[in-house]
Structure formats: C-alpha cells, structure tokens
C-alpha cells in the first residue's frame, strides 16, 4: 500500500469516526460549508479526506480522542495529512 493509500484509509477512519459524534459532525459540516450529501459523495476524493484531517488538527483533543479510539499514534493524523494533496510543508524562504 502507498503512503498516499495509507493516508487515505486514516482519513476514512477519521471521517467515519467524526460521522459517529453526533457533537462534532455538524461542527465540521458547518466549517466546511458542505451538506451531508456532498460529504457522501465526495468522501473518497483525496482533497476532501486532506479537509477532513486538516479539521480534526485543529484541536488536540479531537486528535487525542481518535488515536485513542482506533489504537494510533497522536501524530499519525498529521503525517497522513502530509501524505494527501495539499498537505505539503509550506516553506516561507
């Protein structure tokens, strides 16, 4: 499996695991500006799985949360995040 199949599938986990917090869901629909539907049909693109990581980084204890729930280490969603489209180290020189 690639590095990018990789960050992928973790994306999926951090996206069925946001589906399954009825609190957090909507957060995360209203930050984006997308419906539930939208969310469905998009849900397998890379760009949108590099949204659905860059949200659960915006707060450690949601990162916390899910490494906890599904066994991963607390910088797994952010070395995933790098691995999608979009994710790469800005350098400001």
Do not use: K, N
Not at 55 to 70: E, S
Not at 73 to 92: I, K, N, S, T
């Amino acid at each position: 499996m690639s590095q990018q199949e990789s960050a992928e599938t973790l994306a999926l986990q951090a996206l069925a695991w946001l589906a399954g917090h009825e609190d957090l869901l909507p957060v995360f629909l209203g930050s984006t500006g997308i419906s539930a539907d939208t969310l469905r049909s998009r849900a397998t693109e890379p760009e949108f799985l590099g949204s659905v990581l860059d949200f659960l980084l915006t707060d450690d204890a949601w990162i916390m949360a899910f490494c906890d729930a599904t066994g991963l280490r607390y910088d797994a969603p952010m070395r995933a995040r790098a691995a999608l489209p979009g994710g790469e180290a800005l350098h400001w020189t």
